[in-house]
């Protein structure tokens, strides 16, 4: 194998800079050319053995400090750190970071550093405006639009009512949409949950799960036949951005999707029978567990509520990509979950519920039911989803719930909302230390972290 050349101009002018001499000296003292030395420190010529040696014999340099990986390590950050959206339109090419990297470290290091503070910044503000329940960031649209979910706590009033009213009914969804000048049609091609709309025909995958093909369509009959309805709800909302106005309509006509595949009463009615067993019900209603555990996070009708959940999902990072509470527990609004939250662990046991008693730093316990879901996608070669739900209640309701039956309810596991914004002192698991606290580091003693947290 080819011995790989060895460009380090930048670690050359480091050098020459730090032994203050001109290039013409330098050049003598390594026994080459200037116009050689000035075409090396330049990366127009690789370092050659003699040169190394020379570096060695005349000014004691340690030939180790010549790491090739040092420049790839630095376009990997600095490629990671311009995947920002701020950099959206600037990004610029791979060659150029890697001329950065050999020719300019320096200022390459300094920009990953003022990115690095920019970010941190931007969180830390962010987490105190989620502490502190202030407005002082002007949320993203989808931002957005969760939050006008989560302040509804999840139930929007006219769009569940005409959706049981539909399912009532009993009108057929292909029917309906006919009427309409939508014509359905199944298509074998491979794709996660496929659906395309095109004029007056929609496309579904046939590839699909039966309950995600009729959550669909479901979909799709809000949009045809409620859409005045939809339209009027957002009024209401005033959101800040059309961007924002069209994603609360898509989770409008699902929300009327997941309500008319289970109705409220009956839903209501059936969850409190088999006391909220996600898989009976799954089954009852036609629909998969995790449209099941969505739907009993909505069910807060004025004097007709049931069991207070909230309903998350994690993707396999921890990132959380759909919350909703209608509990005391908040879900941190940027970053993951609490490592020690059982709904990370599901990735870990396929198809089977994980139970656990956990208390958050305010002193609220929590009874939690997590589980991993799995979408395949149809062929060999399709992208299989993975990713795990959580749902649960304050303990005060656990008995209404068949997982809750035969456990230890005098051990709850401590878990908190994100690590920046936690006030546990003795967390095993925190990665990052809380924003207001402040901190002390002892080089003599060494515990779980590499500092005390002040109380």
Known sequence: MAQQ???????????????????????????????????????????????????????????TEFSTGEPERIVSDMREALAD???????????????VASNAPGLARAFLELHSAYRQG???????????????????PWEEVRDFFHYCDNYIDAVDRAAERFAADGADTVATLAACGIRVELSEEPGQDLYLRDGSRLLLSARAAPATRRFQLLHQVALA?????????????RFQSATARAIAKIGLANYFAGAALMPYRAFLAAARET??????????FDASVEQVAHRLSTLQRA???????????????GTITKRHSATRLQFARFGGACP?????????????????????PDGVRYFCLAREVSKPGGSFNAPVRRYAIGLGCEVQHADALVYADDMNMRRFEPIGISCRICERRDCHQRSVPPLERRLRVNPDRRGLLPYEIDG
Do not use: C
């Not at 380090?8 to 050098?15: F, N």
């Not at 959206?85 to 001329?99: N, T, Y």
């Open 275 to 284: 006391r909220h067993d996600l898989e009976l019900l799954a089954d009852r």
């Open 303 to 317: 004097g007709e509520k049931g069991v207070p959940f909230f309903f998350v999902r994690v993707d396999q990072a």
């Open 122 to 140: 931007h969180e830390r503000l962010a987490a105190m405006d989620e502490a502190q329940g202030r407005d002082g960031l002007r949320p993203s």
């Open 85 to 99: 959206p701020l950099f959206a339109d600037h990004a610029p090419a791979l060659a150029d970071l890697r001329l």
């Open 340 to 360: 020690l939250w059982n709904v990370h662990r599901a990735f870990e046991t396929p198809g089977q519920f994980l139970r656990q008693f956990a208390e958050t």
């Open 225 to 237: 036949t409620r859409n005045d309805l939809l339209e009027a709800t957002l009024d209401l909302a």
């Open 5 to 63: 050349k060895l460009y380090a101009g930048a670690k050359l002018r480091d050098i020459r800079t730090g032994a203050g001499l001109t290039q013409r000296s330098f050049a003598a003292r390594l026994g080459v050319s200037l116009p050689y030395l000035n075409q090396m420190e330049n990366n127009h010529r690789p370092v050659s053995t003699g040169v190394v040696l020379a570096l060695a014999r005349e000014f004691g340099f340690n030939v």
